[in-house]
T-cell receptor, first 113, second 115 residues
């Protein structure tokens, strides 16, 4: 039973446009959410996070939105750049001080010229 | 430079053999994690440890074992009981101090292939 779901395995976006990656979760106890970016044969790198007490967090071109009632979060990248082409993972935790961190299956983002 | 080092980067194993993947961190992090990545399945949690001499099973612990004798080290043994061990293995660590976010820092990964 997947507690964190990324239903779009791939997404193609034109350079300069907005990329929107979606993530749904089923566990209402999750209180901390993270987005990671991963290139092939490398470890994921942290992008941005959000606590359940917020509904938006912004860092440069990256913004994460959290809708707790819908158990849904999204990552917006604007403007999209060629270097953004990678696999993006959504992750969730139910204890921000320690504990299990559960990842989604990832979305492969391709930025086309 | 502070970071997480996984070794070896590539490893080949014959069926029936145990193999141990190394993970060392010099970030002074308390918590360490092992994940496995298979195509289309994202990262699945194998084991995690919040403090020295303590660890918990993740979602797919069967066929794996770990130890946490030192804060900086969290080796993973893939045993012959693991039915499908060919995968990309990722080690991660995180600080669990007060006020610290839940960010995980990952190593570069180890690719295990069973022949």
């Amino acid at each position: 039973d997947q507690q964190v779901k990324q239903n779009s395995p791939s997404l193609s976006v034109q350079e300069g446009r907005i990329s929107i990656l979606n993530c749904d979760y089923t566990n209402s106890m999750f209180d901390y959410f993270l987005w990671y970016k991963k290139y092939p044969a490398e470890g994921p790198t942290f992008l941005i996070s959000i606590s359940s007490i917020k509904d938006k967090n912004e860092d440069g071109r990256f913004t994460v939105f959290l809708n707790k009632s819908a158990k849904h979060l999204s990552l917006h990248i604007v403007p999209s750049q060629p270097g953004d082409s990678a696999v993006y993972f959504c992750a969730a935790s139910d204890d921000s001080s320690a504990s299990k961190i559960i990842f989604g299956s990832g979305t492969r983002l391709s930025i086309r010229p | 430079d502070g970071g997480i080092t996984q070794s070896p980067k590539y490893l080949f194993r014959k069926e029936g053999q145990n193999v141990t993947l190394s993970c060392e961190q010099n970030l002074n992090h308390d918590a360490m994690y092992w994940y496995r990545q298979d195509p289309g399945q994202g990262l699945r949690l194998i084991y995690y440890s919040q403090i020295v001499n303590d660890f918990q099973k993740g979602d797919i612990a069967e066929g794996y074992s770990v130890s946490r004798e030192k804060k900086e080290s969290f080796p993973l043994t893939v045993t012959s009981a693991q039915k499908n061990p060919t995968a990309f293995y990722l080690c991660a660590s995180r600080s669990t101090g007060t006020g610290i976010t839940g960010e995980l820092f990952f190593g570069e990964g180890s690719r295990l292939t069973v022949l």
